[in-house]
């Protein structure tokens, strides 16, 4: 037989056997979705991190994008794309509810100025990002091994250990609050001064969700590469 036929088979044959059911996506994941993002969003204004980290638990955000991961190795276009379809509306649903919240906060003013939980995630250095894709990379190689041999314990500790809901909604945050301020001209925002807090809005949610997409794409690349070279040893 063929090599390349060989990892065919075995590929398919891990998809068929997968113990765990990471390709279920209905409403009751959408409503853990949802309370994640408001958990995550509040936790992060009130700079509690102990909810923060709850949060990453809560929505099981890893999910959707391993189902996609094992969709590219081994479906047909017709899953990747409905895969793809559930992760966009993972990220739309935590995007939005967080932006809610992020706008509410400004119009309300329930916290002024962001809190050190929210600007560990907005500042964020575009030099270390090597070092967040080595660390989800080799989580991603975990996940692997945690779903194949229905390692709950494992797998729950690799999500504490990756963060995906909390940069992700920190991004929402940032951008909610940058629309309030662009949508409510109050005086609040000082224009003249780029290097005030009001100002950098746009670009705390953006480093934020850097923090988010290179967390994913080093799971991505991981997962990857234990399920092929599984197969190839």
């Known amino acids: 037989m063929p090599a390349n036929n ?4 075995c590929i398919q044959n891990q998809f068929a056997t997968l113990n765990i059911n990471v390709h279920k996506f209905n409403y009751a994941n959408i409503a853990l979705i949802v309370i994640a993002s408001i958990i995550a969003s509040m936790a ?8 923060v980290i709850a949060s990453k638990i809560i929505g099981l955000a890893i999910i959707p994008f391993i189902s996609l991961c094992i ?5 047909t276009r017709a899953d990747i794309i409905q895969s793809g379809t559930r992760c966009a509306v993972f990220i739309g649903l935590c995007l ?13 003013q329930w916290v002024e100025q962001p809190t050190p939980e929210m600007l560990s995630r907005a500042n ?4 270390n990002i090597w070092l967040e894709l080595v660390m989800s990379g080799v989580a991603g190689i975990g996940i692997y091994y945690a779903i194949m041999k229905t390692s709950v314990i494992a797998l729950v500790g690799l999500i504490l250990a990756i963060s995906i809901i909390p940069p992700l909604c920190n991004a929402g945050l940032f951008w909610g609050m940058h629309c309030f301020s662009l949508f409510n001209n109050t005086g609040s925002v000082d224009t003249s001064n780029s290097n005030s ?5 746009l ?3 953006k480093h934020s969700f850097v923090i988010f997409a290179s967390n994913i794409t080093g799971i991505f690349f991981g997962f990857m590469a234990a399920f092929v070279i599984n197969c190839l040893y």
């Not at 060989?6 to 088979?9: E, F, G, L, M, R």
């Not at 964020?124 to 030099?127: A, Q, V």
């Not at 807090?197 to 809005?201: A, D, G, L, Q, T």
């Open 71 to 75: 969709m590219i190795i081994a479906g």
């Open 6 to 9: 060989k990892i065919k088979n």
């Open 124 to 127: 964020f250095k575009y030099e």
């Open 203 to 205: 670009e705390y949610g």
């Open 44 to 51: 992060l204004l009130t700079n509690n991190y102990q909810t």
């Open 197 to 201: 807090v009001e100002s950098r809005y």
């Open 96 to 108: 939005v509810v967080s932006g809610i919240i992020g706008y509410t906060n400004k119009m309300v």
